[in-house]
């Protein structure tokens, strides 16, 4: 026997005999100063003794804690099945901002300690994006969400649920207690900053799962919030670990646990509130003895330097003044003070700048309150018209969530310019890594993770989300790449809101010339469709290192990168259109498809061109692009929109095809089968 193998068998008799061991195991901890508990991630115990899984200075990272011994939860004189087990605790969510937060904690039982593959937001560090749903995944847990995630199927932002091997609860209500007196429902506020108590119960006789919430010093009610019928003998395995696990989202949120106890076949210890720690104090200040001895000299100091800075304080006034109308204020915490975005960009410095164009200029800040890096957008308004239903939509995109969505934090209005305060994207846009001469090039796998992410934000916006998101600018210079290299679509500067359903309404039409969809410029209608069109140039952009419209060396003429795709598609030699800098370096199978798929968004009849949730089925392979000439279609194929004082000899095909110049291109041939 190797020793590799003497050494497995010799971990797996101790943890048996550890299990065994822990048949009726209990504990509780008031504080966790001295406590013996397995942390990983950014969870640590304080000071005074509070087990904090996350902190408000970190994004995108993930807490765990868990009792360090494995519990034997079945009983193998009961068939296997699980026995009894309760667990009360008490928590504590406390956001940097009120009403923004992260994503809540969960009370979770797992065969493992670590949670191997986890992942933070969304996820809540259980899961991940392959794994989440799988029935090996053997794992139970309570979730405290206070994020709603059409992904999950979430019913609000403040919600309790109970998961099976899935984020998409089995059993879920609104966070709240009903009051023994009166047997009347009252809410709680999981993102309160107050100190809750939790209690889980399950009752093996009935198979039964309990979950009560109520505010700390109430005794716990007699009506549970959720009361779930489940045997989890199913899903249990002999052995489980029991603990938390929290995540950080783009709003900066501390999640504590004061207090824990355990009990397997029996109830749990009730808490001594007395023994638990105190949260720290938020914004809370000393008054020095400095203070208290000086104030009589300082108050005199002071109205000197009061009335010498009168002059001074109304010259600061003007640079921070800012525009505030009594409808604003109901948006409270989305929006920041111009005085700390000032601060955050030094001024707004030349050097801080990170882009400019017809869009306005992006600056990289960090705020002062946290040193959370955002990146600040200056966008010129020219009068109040439409302004109040500009920034409701504003705001209500600064709730969607989602892994390649650019976080809109806030924003702000001062005179002439509105602010929008994004969350930072270290390494920028992705054009600046395709052309014209980019500092490192994108492998073909990095370039289709790209894809696939911008789809699935698209289908996020379109389809999952709880109003229609129509983004009207997708393009790769909105697309930005965070710190892993993954593709997050921002700017939403130009995006329009619709409810699922309505007919969206016609607008002036904005967005970048060699994405906007034809029929576009002649309805001024912004569609699902629409953001296809855009969708299916920014697909050959990507493929081909190439911008949709760019000048040919040496001639007036412009090259229209989707004709040059298709006159390759025509003589049948399409893969001759990818990226030079890519040499034979890429996935022959995915690189056509991704080029036969820019083809298909990008033809003139709207009907023709798939949803983004067929566009997802065809980049992962669930459904096999049907051959382009399958679609029937032999004198019109497809369009593009290009400005009416292009030369007619910009656009080859259209000579060929013989028709005469338009404001768009509708001649290309779709023929062949290729």
């Known amino acids: 026997m190797s020793s590799k193998l003497i050494t497995m068998v010799a971990n797996y008799v101790l943890l048996i005999s550890l299990a065994i061991s822990s048949d009726d195991i209990e504990f509780t901890f008031h504080g966790f100063q001295s406590a013996n508990l397995t942390l990983d991630g950014v969870a640590k115990v304080t000071s005074n003794g509070l087990l904090q899984l996350t902190n408000n200075s970190v994004q995108s990272q993930i807490g765990h804690c868990f009792y360090p011994i494995p519990i034997n939860f079945k009983n193998s004189s009961k068939n296997g099945s699980v026995s009894s087990f309760s667990t009360c605790f008490v928590f504590a969510i406390v956001p ?37 749903g799988n029935e090996t995944n053997r794992i139970v847990a309570v979730e405290l969400d206070t994020i709603s995630n059409n992904l999950f199927r979430d019913i609000n932002d403040n919600h309790v649920g109970i998961d099976i091997n899935d984020l998409r609860s089995v059993s879920s209500f609104p966070a709240g207690y009903y009051d023994d007196k009166d047997g009347i429902f009252h809410n709680s506020t999981l993102i309160s900053g107050q100190p809750i108590q939790l209690w889980i119960e399950y009752n093996s006789a009935e198979m039964q799962i309990n979950v009560t919430l109520a505010p700390l010093g109430y005794r716990k009610p007699h009506i549970p919030l959720l009361s779930l019928p489940y045997d989890l003998s199913k899903i249990l395995k002999e052995i489980m670990y029991v603990g938390f696990s929290s995540a950080t989202g783009s709003a900066p949120t501390s999640h504590y646990v004061l207090g824990w106890s355990f009990k397997m076949n029996g109830i749990a210890q009730e808490l001594d509130f007395s023994k638990l720690p105190k949260l720290p104090r938020i914004g809370a200040k000393k008054v020095s003895d400095f203070l208290k ?104 995109m600064g709730r969607l969530r989602h892994r390649n969505l650019v976080p809109l934090l806030g924003y702000c209005r001062r005179k002439g ?239 060929e095809a013989g028709s005469s110049h338009s404001s768009f291109i509708a001649d290309s041939l779709l023929s062949g089968g290729r």
């Open 96 to 132: 940097q901002y009120p009403k923004l937060s992260g994503h809540g904690l969960a009370f979770v039982m797992a065969p493992t300690r670590g949670l191997p593959g986890a992942v933070g937001a969304p996820y809540l560090g259980l899961f991940n994006e392959t794994n989440n």
């Open 293 to 396: 001895i000086g104030l009589p000299q300082i108050c005199i100091v002071s109205l000197l330097v009061a009335i010498g800075g009168i002059s001074w304080y109304i010259i600061r006034k003007r640079r921070f003044a800012e525009v505030l109308e009594e409808w604003e204020i109901d948006y409270g915490t989305q929006r920041f003070k111009y005085k700390d975005l000032y601060s955050a960009t030094k001024g707004f410095k030349e050097k801080q700048l990170l882009g400019s164009g017809g869009f306005g200029r992006v600056y990289k800040g960090i705020l002062p309150n946290n040193k959370i890096e955002v990146a600040i957008k200056k966008i010129s308004h020219e009068s109040r018209q439409g302004m109040r239903e500009f920034v409701a939509e504003i705001v209500s």
């Open 417 to 655: 310019e509105l602010l929008l305060v994004y969350e930072y994207m270290p390494n920028g846009s992705l054009d600046k890594f395709l052309h014209p001469q980019p500092a490192f090039t994108l492998n073909w796998n990095q370039r289709i993770k790209i894809i696939k992410g911008v789809a699935s934000a698209l289908l996020y916006l379109h389809e999952e989300w709880e109003q229609i998101v129509i983004h009207r600018d997708v393009k790769a210079s909105n697309v930005l790449l965070d710190g892993e290299l993954n593709g997050r679509l921002g700017d939403f500067g130009l995006a329009r809101l619709y409810d699922h359903g309505s007919a969206p309404q016609s607008t002036r039409v904005v967005g970048t010339l060699g994405y906007l969809a034809p029929e576009h410029n002649i309805t001024g209608k912004a569609t699902t469709s629409t953001d296809v069109f855009a969708f299916g140039a920014f697909l050959l952009e990507v493929a081909c290192g190439r911008r949709p419209i760019e000048p040919r060396p040496s001639s007036e003429e412009e090259m229209i990168l989707i004709h040059w795709v298709f006159s390759c598609w025509k003589k049948g030699e399409i893969l001759g259109a990818i990226d030079q800098k890519l040499g034979y370096d890429f996935v022959k199978e995915e690189a056509e498809l991704v080029l036969k798929l820019g083809l298909l968004c990008s033809h003139s009849e709207p009907t023709v061109r798939p949803s983004v949730r067929q566009i997802m089925l065809y980049l992962e392979g669930s459904v096999p692009l049907p051959e382009l000439s399958s679609f029937g279609i032999s004198a019109v194929g497809i369009a593009f929109a290009t400005p009416t004082n292009f030369p007619s000899s910009s656009f080859p095909f259209a000579k």
